[in-house]
């Protein structure tokens, strides 16, 4: 399988750990934090783009989904109250995160229709064919083998099924591209210190940003590795993108 500029980003270069074992442990750190600073980083708008994604799903009305990179449940959480199907599964390598999911999912007594498990998207531990869609927000980017990660989603897809991935992306309006780059080089990682004492983090953050093969590119990989019937749609001038891909 092919390698890309973003499967070599990692947070911390003098790191003898492989990228995955570092995206753990840093989860991991920032997990207390990692709601708030969303909330706050975005100014509240990256709950609009985990709807519009769950919204790419709302024609097939899933009853078994697979949310790979959960984290803290945001998405798992957000895709039962909007298609309330039978049976979300979350996995997500960062046990620090999952613990902040537990808790959310048990406070909504939802433990019966959202289960999170310690998981890898690149080994999945389902059978072929499992699940009827797959989401992933702002995960693919920290995937350490992305084509890898990507077949094995499609691995337990159903037939028919769809995967929605939301990323982030870098964006064209040539007056708002500036002050992006201002704010993903220094106030982002500023923040990330003063609240979650890890600014590695969120610099590591706008790295794998620059370096992910973003749009038309991502698209072309999702075709390369199988999916079919590919789009994507940008969102909020472009600071991120809607990818989707079916099974055939």
Avoid at 45 to 71: N, S
Avoid at 132 to 161: C, D, S, W, Y
Avoid at 176 to 198: D, E, R, T
Avoid at 216 to 222: A, D, K, P, T
Wanted: aromatic share 12%.
């Amino acid at each position: 399988m092919a390698t890309y500029k973003h499967d070599a980003v990692v947070p911390n270069v003098g790191s003898e750990l492989n990228k995955k074992k570092q995206v753990a442990a840093m989860f991991d750190s920032i997990a207390f934090r990692y709601d708030f600073l969303n909330r706050f980083l975005s100014g509240g708008v990256d709950v609009y783009w985990r709807k519009k994604a769950i919204a790419e799903l709302k024609e097939l009305a899933p009853q078994k989904v697979l949310d790979v990179a959960t984290g803290t449940a945001d998405v798992a959480l957000l895709t039962h109250k909007i298609l309330a199907p039978e049976k979300i599964i979350g996995i997500d390598i960062s046990e620090g995160m999952l613990q902040y999911g537990h808790e959310k999912i048990k406070q909504r007594n939802l433990q019966n229709h959202i289960e999170l498990q310690l998981g890898d998207s690149e080994t999945i531990n389902f059978t072929n064919n499992t699940f009827n869609a797959i989401t992933v927000a702002f995960g693919v980017r920290n995937f350490e083998n992305l084509e890898k990660g990507l077949a094995e989603m499609l691995r337990v897809l159903q037939p028919g099924g769809k995967l929605v991935v939301l990323e982030f992306s870098k964006p064209t309006n040539w007056l708002f591209k500036p002050i992006y780059g201002v704010y993903m080089n220094y106030i982002a990682p500023a923040f990330g210190k003063l609240f979650s004492n890890n600014r590695q983090a969120y610099a590591y953050l706008n790295e794998s940003v620059l370096a992910f093969p973003e749009r038309e590119n991502f698209v072309s990989i999702l075709n390369k590795v199988g999916y079919q019937n590919t789009y994507f749609k940008p969102l909020s001038l472009g600071i991120c993108c809607i990818y989707c891909g079916y099974k055939r």
